[in-house]
């Protein structure tokens, strides 16, 4: 069975500061992406990363994919309150017809002003 | 383009009483996804349809909870009897399901809580 582990579960920093956040499994994935999810809304997709050692920056967010592509870290810089929420990692294998995502658990970020 | 509607937002009722979700996806999309997320965690995977099938219903409790999509477009979930640990949010996704290597991305709708006393 796939899992997914993230870390920290929690977090909450001042308006500014940096933070790295982790998601980490023992299988191998042909993909990755993050979510982010603010209360009272669906999760909305925010990368996929597909390459081992992959690395694309969505302005204040820098995501990495793992070389052995089975684990991922999504950093961002000078934390904005309006980062705020739940943070997600699933992912997915290529291989046979049902390409059904495997999700995180989740690290719920609050960025105070 | 509009997005995945779901209704109601909303639900309160107490165990053993019957409640229905009902999702329209984004129009085109041939993959529908029923997740069930508790407060604070990940998206559990209900069902998925390709079309109006059935591709995978492994973690769908079977013996409350029963879904459709009737003409492969919109779709009902529904939990009958309801117990106190289907207290939730369900969200409705919905993705493209081009062919090749791509992850598909999901779209979500914005859930519907549900309450159960």
């Known amino acids: 069975t796939q899992l997914l582990e993230q870390s920290p579960q929690f977090l909450s920093i001042q308006e500014g500061e940096n933070l790295t956040v982790y998601c980490n499994s023992s299988?191998?994935?042909?993909?990755l992406q993050w979510y982010r999810q603010e209360p009272g809304e669906g999760p909305v997709l925010l990368v996929t990363?597909?390459?081992g050692g992959e690395v694309k920056k969505l302005k204040r967010l820098t995501f990495q994919f793992g070389d052995a592509r089975k684990d991922s870290s999504l950093h961002i810089t000078a934390a904005q309150t309006g980062d705020t929420g739940l943070y997600l990692c699933?992912?997915?294998?290529?291989?046979?017809?049902?390409?059904?995502?495997?999700w995180g658990l989740g690290t719920s970020l609050a960025v105070n002003p | 383009e509009a997005g995945v509607a779901q209704s109601p937002r909303y639900k309160i009722i107490e165990k053993r009483q019957s409640v229905a979700f009902w999702c329209n996806p984004i129009?085109?999309?041939?993959?529908l996804y029923w997740y069930q997320q508790i407060l604070g965690q990940g998206p559990k995977l209900l069902i998925q349809?390709?079309?109006?099938?059935?591709?995978?219903d492994s973690q769908l409790p079977k013996d409350r909870f029963s879904a459709e999509r009737l003409k492969g477009v919109d779709s009902t979930l529904k939990i009958q009897p309801a117990k106190l640990e289907d207290s939730a949010v369900y969200l409705c996704?919905?993705?493209?399901?081009?062919?090749?290597?791509?992850?598909?991305?999901?779209?979500f709708g914005p859930g519907t809580r549900l309450t159960v006393l």
């Open positions: 349809f390709q079309n109006n099938g059935v591709v995978d």
């Open positions: 299988s191998v994935f042909s993909s």
């Open positions: 129009s085109g999309h041939a993959t």
């Open positions: 996704a919905s993705s493209l399901r081009t062919s090749g290597r791509s992850t598909d991305t999901q779209y």
């Open positions: 699933a992912g997915a294998n290529h291989a046979g017809n049902n390409r059904k995502l495997i």
């Open positions: 990363v597909v390459t």
